[in-house]
């Protein structure tokens, strides 16, 4: 599942290409429907035909194409892929949304799921709607997560993935980050000091920015970034039976918090 390193990565792939500055042509859809909101919605997007893309921004798992008029919101949900066609390249397997723009530029959803999400909004703040603060934003401190989190009695892990809260923290950068300063993913909140929080916070920030450098620098034969498993050297926790703790050398054990796998060791976090 694209993760937030995932999708910087392929923003900057994007700027990379050229987007930022074409015009939408001509948009063809799949000949199935989609819904028009929740997983899996394309909506809007005759809405975007003769605008110009002035900058594309991220916040959390979400991209915003700026538009000279609106935003096209972009959301990769579980297996969506958005890449760049060749000039002669037939569009891919499970496409759902083919974008022309000026200067015979293509851009593709291929997407088999279908649980990716393309809508048409009225401005950023629309489009990012519903979540807190980015985990990379540079004016984003460790003092202001500490105070969103603050007395909260929930499980710390759940939290993490709240993505009102702080944007863009996913299931397996949670793990990594709690591993890193040893706290249990079932600590309550409220019984984590405010400094640890603040820890917390910035071992937050080294596993997505080495994750996104690890992504950067193993893009696929095209320049592509590929989604990468959970299994390759970006992670320090290997998320699969029989796994150690890289500190303690003893196995990893699982836990399901709030529908969601953890793993982590339970001889160094607490
Ligand atoms: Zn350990």
């Known amino acids: 599942m694209p993760e937030l390193p995932e999708v910087e990565s392929l923003r900057r792939y994007l700027i990379r290409e050229g987007l930022v500055g074409r015009t939408f042509e001509q948009i063809d859809l799949e000949d199935k429907p989609s819904p028009k909101s929740g997983t899996g919605a394309i909506s809007g997007t005759k809405n975007t035909v003769g605008r110009q893309v002035r900058s594309l921004e991220r916040r959390g798992k979400q ?3 700026v538009l000279d008029k609106g935003v096209l919101g972009f959301h990769m949900g579980m297996t969506g892929q958005i890449h760049v066609l060749e000039p002669d390249e037939p ?3 499970f496409t ?3 974008f022309t723009m000026s200067g015979g530029f293509r851009l593709v959803l291929a997407d088999p799921r ?3 999400k393309i809508q048409h909004f009225e401005s950023p703040d629309h489009a990012f709607a519903g979540l807190g603060p980015d985990a990379l ?3 984003f401190t460790s003092e202001q997560f500490a105070c969103l989190l603050d007395g909260r009695k929930a499980q710390i892990k759940p939290l993490l993935l709240n993505q009102a809260i702080i944007a863009g923290v996913g299931n397996i950068y949670a793990d990594e980050a709690l591993h890193r300063v040893e706290i249990s993913p079932a600590k309550r909140t409220n019984e984590i000091a405010s400094e640890k929080l603040g820890t917390l916070f910035l071992a937050i920030r080294v596993s997505l920015e080495h994750a996104l450098e690890f992504i950067l620098n193993h893009p ?3 320049g592509r970034p590929y989604i990468v498993d ?3 050297a970006r992670m320090q926790l290997h998320r699969k039976a029989g796994s150690f703790c890289p ?3 003893i196995p990893l054990v699982t836990m399901k918090l709030g529908g969601r796998t953890a793993y982590y060791c339970a001889s160094c976090q607490k």
Request: aromatic letters at 8%; a positive charge; proline letters at 8%.
């Open 63 to 65: 991209i915003a194409a």
């Open 91 to 93: 569009a891919p397997r």
């Open 96 to 98: 759902r949304a083919l």
């Open 114 to 116: 279908r649980w990716a």
């Open 137 to 139: 934003d540079p004016k």
């Open 220 to 222: 696929d034969d095209r």
């Open 230 to 232: 959970a299994y390759d």
């Open 247 to 249: 500190r303690c050398e």
